[in-house]
C-alpha cells in the first residue's frame, strides 16, 4: 500500500478522498489555489501545497506544477478525484513517467473511453445497443446538414471529449444547428481543450441510468449496481438515487452484464462507470459512454452496498486484486443524493457567486454530507457551482424522501443563493414521488423553478426582515452570544416575543 | 404589522406587479422565540398563521438582510429610489443587466445594431458555464459596455439599449 498520496482537486471531491486515506493510515498531501488557501480540503490534508493563481488552467490544471509538487513532497500516487485532470491521458501518463502511480484506469483506457466514437464501436464489439450518432465535426467544417441528415430533429450536439453536459446542447430545428455547434465547441475546448464535437440522436422521455463498474488489474469486473440519474439541468445531474424506479430484475441483470461487458471489452481496471439511456416508453437501453473516474453520485451506491469506494480505488491502484464477486453485491433499502448547487432556481438555474454568511448543515441517522465549502467561505466564479451533496439513506424509497425533505428544510444556507428551494419542491412532486420521471423532469414542470408567491413563508420573512432591520437601525446596542431580553438588541420590545 | 421599509429583492415575486407588496395580515405580529444569536445575526422559530413553528435564520450583512425560513432563503434591503426601481423592471428596460459573474467570452452585438426579442447579445462563461444574454426586447443597440475578455460580476450594465420612444426607425408595435 502507498505510504502518502497527493489529491490533486478541491471540495467536496478532494475532501471525500482525503477522508478515506487517513482512514486507511496513509499520509496526504492536499493542493489549492489562491481563492481555495482556506477551503476545508486544504486544511484537512496533513500537508497542503499551493498552487499560485487562481483560474483552473494556472492550478488544478497544470500537470507539471503537480507532479512537480506530488515528488518533492513524497507522494507515491496521485487521486484526480472527478472534473480537472482525472480523465486526461496525458496527466496519467506523465505521473507514470515521474514514477507516480495515477489512481485510475490506463491511459490508454482513458483514451479510448474519452474519445466517444471508439468509445461507442468499442460498445457495439461487445454486444451493446448504442444510440445512432454522426462523425465528428470541428470548428470551420462545413458539413452540418451531411452530418444531421442520418440523425435526424431534434439531436444532440455532443463534445467528443465530454462529460458532466459540458458542450452539450439539443438541437430542435435545422437552423439552429451551426449555432450549437460553434457554441458547444467553443464550451467543449474551453472544459477539455478539444473543441471536437459530434451529433447523436435526442432521445425524448428518455431516463438516464448508469452502473457503477469495479475492476482490478487481473480484469476481474464486477458492477455496484444502478444509479437513476434522469434529474436534470443543462445535462447535468441534481438529483440520484439507486434502485432506479425505472429498472425491473430483468431489465437491470441485461444492463448490469452490458456494463460489465463493455469495462472488459474496454481493458478497464479500476472504478468506472457505464452510462446508458433508457428510453421509458419502449424499456429499451442504449450505452452513451463510460466514465473512467469516480463519479460525483458514487455516495449513493456506497449506502446502499455499504462499502468505500474510494478505498477500492486506492487498493486496485495499488496492485491489491479485488476480492469482491458479484454475488456479494447485495443492496440494502434505497438512497438519493441531492447536489447543493450555488445557483437561482428562480433564473434557469444561473450560477451564484458571494460569501456562504451562514451554512449550518443538518445531521441525523441516515444523512450523509459530502461538503467542500465552511461557513464565511467566499464562493467564486472560477469553478463549479457544486457546494456540496447531501445524500439520504432509507429502507425503502419513501422513507428516503422523507429523510431528505426534512434535511433540506432544515440547511440554513444564506448569503449564495442555492437550489435547495427546487429540491424541496422536486422531492415533494408526484412525478418525482412517483418515480415515473424522465430526463425532462425539470422542463416539463416550470412549477419547480417558478418563484414563490409572497404568502406564508414570505410574509414572515419580510416580518422578519423588517423587525430585524428597524430595531437594529435604532439600537446601537451589539447582540452578544447570550440570548437574554436585555441583550437581545434588534430584538427588545416585541410585543409578543416569546424569550427562552 | 410592521410598516414595510424593506423591498425583497430575492427570490423574485411571483406577481406580476409590485414586488415589495405583502399582503396585509389579519394577526399584528407574528410570535416570535429568539433561540441564539451572534454577529449580526438572530436563529429563532416563528409561528406562522397555520399555527405552525418554524425555524428562521435571519443574517445582515451590509445594506442587505438574509432570511431563512423552513428551508427557503430571502434577501431584502431598503426600497431602492424610484429611478432605480424604474430602471429594474422587466420588459421595458434600457440596459441588459449582467447575471452571473464571470468572464465575457464572445459580444455578438456592436453599437446601431437592430436586436430581435430574444437574439444573443453576450455570452459570459461562468462557473464553468455559457450563460447567454439574450435581448429582452425588440430594438437598436446605443452601447456595448464590456468585450470580451471582462471579467464581469452580477448586476453590471452589459448593452444598454435606445429607449423604445428614441429608438431610430422604432415604427413597430411593441
Known amino acids: 500500500m502507498f505510504a502518502k498520496v497527493m489529491v490533486a482537486n478541491r471540495g467536496e471531491i478532494a475532501v471525500r478522498v482525503l477522508q478515506t486515506l487517513q482512514a486507511m493510515g496513509i499520509a496526504t ?12 480540503h486544504a486544511a484537512l490534508a496533513d500537508e497542503a501545497y499551493a498552487l499560485g493563481g487562481s483560474s483552473a488552467e494556472e492550478t488544478y490544471l497544470d500537470r507539471q506544477k503537480l507532479i512537480e509538487l506530488a515528488l518533492s513532497c513524497g507522494a507515491e500516487a496521485v487521486h484526480p478525484g472527478y472534473g480537472f485532470l482525472a480523465e486526461n491521458p496525458a496527466f496519467s501518463r506523465e505521473c507514470a513517467e515521474a514514477g507516480l502511480v495515477f489512481i485510475g484506469p490506463s491511459p490508454e483506457t482513458m483514451e479510448l473511453l474519452g474519445d466517444k466514437i471508439r468509445a461507442k464501436a468499442m460498445a457495439v464489439q461487445a454486444g451493446v445497443p448504442i444510440v445512432p450518432s454522426s462523425p465528428l465535426w470541428s470548428p470551420g467544417d462545413s458539413r452540418p446538414d451531411e452530418l444531421s441528415s442520418e440523425i435526424g430533429f431534434p439531436l444532440l450536439v455532443k463534445a467528443a471529449a465530454g462529460g458532466g453536459g459540458r458542450g452539450m446542447r439539443i438541437v430542435e430545428r435545422r437552423q439552429d444547428l451551426e449555432q450549437a455547434l460553434e457554441s458547444a465547441g467553443r464550451e467543449a475546448a474551453s472544459c477539455f481543450s478539444d473543441g471536437r464535437v459530434f451529433l447523436e440522436r435526442y432521445i425524448p422521455a428518455a431516463r438516464h441510468v448508469e452502473f457503477q463498474v469495479l475492476a ?28 432506479s424506479p425505472a429498472l425491473d430484475a430483468g431489465l437491470r441483470e441485461v444492463m448490469g452484464r452490458s456494463a460489465v461487458a463493455t469495462a472488459k471489452s474496454a481493458g478497464y481496471a479500476n472504478a468506472g462507470t457505464v452510462e446508458f439511456l433508457v428510453d421509458a416508453q419502449t424499456g429499451e437501453f442504449y450505452f452513451l459512454e463510460m466514465n473512467a473516474r469516480i463519479q460525483v453520485e458514487h455516495p449513493v451506491t456506497e449506502e446502499t452496498l455499504k462499502l468505500d469506494m474510494v478505498e477500492w ?21 434505497h438512497a438519493l443524493e441531492c447536489r447543493i448547487y450555488a445557483e437561482d432556481p428562480y ?20 444523512l450523509r454530507l459530502d461538503s467542500g465549502v465552511t461557513e ?11 457546494l456540496a451533496k447531501l445524500v439520504a439513506w432509507g429502507p425503502n ?3 428516503a424522501i422523507g429523510r431528505m425533505t426534512g434535511a433540506l428544510e432544515s440547511f440554513p444556507v444564506v448569503g449564495v443563493t442555492t437550489n ?20 425532462g423532469f425539470i422542463p416539463q414542470h416550470p412549477e419547480l423553478t417558478s418563484a414563490p408567491g409572497p404568502a406564508g413563508l414570505g410574509a414572515a420573512a419580510a416580518e422578519i426582515a423588517e423587525l430585524f432591520w428597524q430595531s437594529n437601525g435604532s439600537n446601537t446596542a451589539r447582540p452578544t452570544a447570550d440570548a437574554r431580553p436585555d441583550a437581545l438588541g434588534p430584538w427588545h420590545g416585541l410585543s409578543k416575543a416569546v424569550y427562552p | 404589522m410592521t410598516p414595510r421599509r424593506l423591498q425583497q429583492i430575492h427570490p423574485p415575486a411571483a406577481g406580476p406587479e409590485d414586488s415589495a407588496t405583502v399582503p396585509e395580515r389579519p394577526t399584528d405580529r407574528p410570535e416570535i422565540e429568539v433561540t441564539a444569536s451572534g454577529d449580526g445575526r438572530f436563529e429563532g422559530r416563528v409561528r406562522l398563521d397555520d399555527g405552525r413553528a418554524i425555524s428562521f435564520l435571519v443574517h445582515r450583512d451590509g445594506q442587505q438582510v438574509h432570511v431563512w425560513i423552513g428551508g427557503q432563503s430571502y434577501v431584502f434591503s431598503p426600497a431602492a429610489p424610484t429611478v432605480r426601481v424604474r430602471g429594474q423592471r422587466q420588459g421595458a428596460s434600457d440596459d441588459i443587466i449582467c447575471p452571473v459573474p464571470g468572464v465575457v467570452i464572445a459580444v455578438h452585438v456592436s453599437q446601431d445594431d437592430a436586436v430581435e426579442a430574444g437574439q444573443d447579445l453576450v455570452i459570459i462563461e461562468s462557473m464553468k458555464t455559457e450563460q ?43
Not at chain 1, 498531501?29 to 488557501?37: H, I
Not at chain 1, 488489474?217 to 447535468?236: D, F, M
Not at chain 1, 480505488?313 to 433499502?333: H, K, W, Y
Open chain 1, 313 to 333: 480505488q486506492v487498493r486496485i491502484a495499488s496492485g491489491e486484486p479485488l476480492t469482491l464477486s458479484q454475488d456479494d453485491i447485495r443492496p440494502t433499502g
Open chain 1, 216 to 243: 482490478d488489474s487481473a480484469g476481474n469486473t464486477i458492477h455496484l449496481l444502478e444509479r437513476e440519474c434522469s434529474v436534470q439541468r443543462r445535462y447535468q445531474k441534481v438529483i440520484e438515487e439507486t434502485p
Open chain 1, 397 to 399: 424509497r419513501q422513507a
Open chain 2, 132 to 174: 447567454i444574454v439574450k435581448s429582452p426586447r425588440k430594438g437598436t443597440v446605443q452601447r456595448v459596455s464590456v468585450q470580451e475578455g471582462d471579467r464581469v460580476d452580477r448586476g453590471m450594465r452589459l448593452v444598454v439599449l435606445h429607449p423604445l420612444t428614441e429608438a431610430p426607425g422604432g415604427g413597430g408595435s411593441c
Open chain 1, 376 to 386: 464565511g467561505m467566499e464562493i467564486s466564479a472560477y469553478y463549479d457551482s457544486m
Open chain 1, 29 to 40: 498531501a492536499a493542493v489549492y489555489s489562491d481563492p481555495d488557501a482556506k477551503a476545508p
Open chain 1, 347 to 366: 433564473a434557469d438555474f444561473a450560477p451564484a457567486a458571494g460569501r456562504l454568511l451562514a451554512w449550518r448543515p443538518p445531521s441525523g441517522m441516515g
Open chain 1, 420 to 439: 435547495i428551494p427546487f429540491l424541496i419542491r422536486a422531492m415533494a412532486h408526484p412525478a418525482f414521488v412517483s418515480g415515473d420521471y424522465n430526463t
